[in-house]
């Protein structure tokens, strides 16, 4: 990589970041700065350190696989933890050279949107069912996914339906995602 280049990944506006098997092996300081890190700290360390529980890093990774063996390219918007453990929500972009295998290389670029979302108090369950919901899966799949009754999610559905002031589901991830 020559001079320019180098200058170019390295005070990009956005976060980018290299992994493979979802081990970061290079990002720039945009990405460390956003996540409150050092550069150094972050590399060989799994994306792990970046979600606030093993089963939101899981639930994302089977999430963007599907689009990423179609077409190399995957796109969300999720709630993401700094180093301090706030949360924030970030814009996430991925290609991948390798569509028969997606997490072997991975390019990520990630955009705070904070001030365009809103502030999200979730517990962590909470955020399990609504990624989930987010999915389109029902109470019995949400269950059967959690190991927990359809009436124990149910009851989650309903209680973020009221917190949020949404009619149903599709009104609940519209105000949870702010648009």
Do not use: H
């Amino acid at each position: 990589m020559n001079e320019l280049q180098a200058l170019a990944f390295d005070l990009s506006p956005v976060g980018l970041v290299l992994t493979e098997q979802r081990v970061i092996k290079a990002c720039n300081r945009t990405f460390a700065q956003m996540f409150g890190y050092d550069r150094a700290e972050l590399i060989n360390q799994s994306f792990r350190i970046l979600y606030p529980s093993r089963a939101e890093f899981d639930a994302i990774r089977d999430v963007g696989l599907k689009p990423l063996r179609e077409t190399g390219r995957y796109s969300d918007e999720r709630l993401v933890q700094r180093k301090d453990g706030t949360m924030f929500w970030a814009r996430v972009r991925v290609a991948t050279p390798t569509p028969d295998d997606p997490l072997k290389r991975a390019i990520l670029s990630f955009a705070d949107i904070s001030d365009t979302r809103p502030e999200v108090e979730l517990t962590p369950r909470e955020r399990q069912v609504v990624l989930r919901l987010g999915k389109g899966l029902t109470s019995k799949e949400i269950a059967r996914e959690l190991g927990l009754s359809p009436r124990t999610i149910d009851d989650y559905r309903a209680r973020l339906l009221t917190k949020f002031n949404s009619r149903n589901v599709a009104e609940l991830l519209s105000n949870l995602s702010g648009l």
